[in-house]
């Protein structure tokens, strides 16, 4: 089974840093368009951050200078690391991706569990 896969989340003071990483697994031949997203209590799932076309990459205006989302291909993983972190970031952060299957050699998009982030004041 070809599932996304999150850690990192947890309890932080506001300023401090937290990295989150998740691990695709299954029969994987390629993973494409790693993101992040969050939803707050009460509000909707929104963009963080994301890689555009070829290694570009996006981020909500709330979160430039502060996070950065990276992968690593040969361990088919995608983090996001955050710093600086305020209590407004708080929220369930989820991982998103487009995951080629073996042996169906399609895309899936697949999303993490989720991982909780609380940012104390």
């Known amino acids: 089974q070809v599932q996304l896969v999150e850690s990192g989340g947890g309890l932080v003071q506001a300023g401090g840093s937290l990295r989150l990483s998740c691990v695709a697994s299954?029969?994987?031949?390629?993973?494409?368009?790693w993101s992040w997203y969050r939803q707050a209590p009460g509000k909707q799932r929104e963009l963080v951050a994301e890689?555009?076309?070829?290694?570009?990459?996006n981020y909500a205006d709330s979160v430039k200078g502060r996070f950065t989302i990276s992968r690593d291909n040969t361990r088919n993983t995608g983090y996001l690391q955050m710093s600086s972190l305020k209590p407004e970031d708080t929220a369930v952060y989820y991982c998103h991706a487009w995951v080629g299957v073996v042996p169906d050699n399609r895309y899936r998009e697949l999303w993490g569990q989720g991982t909780l982030v609380t940012v104390s004041s």
């Open positions: 299954g029969n994987i031949f390629s993973i494409n368009g």
């Open positions: 890689f555009a076309s070829g290694s570009s990459t």
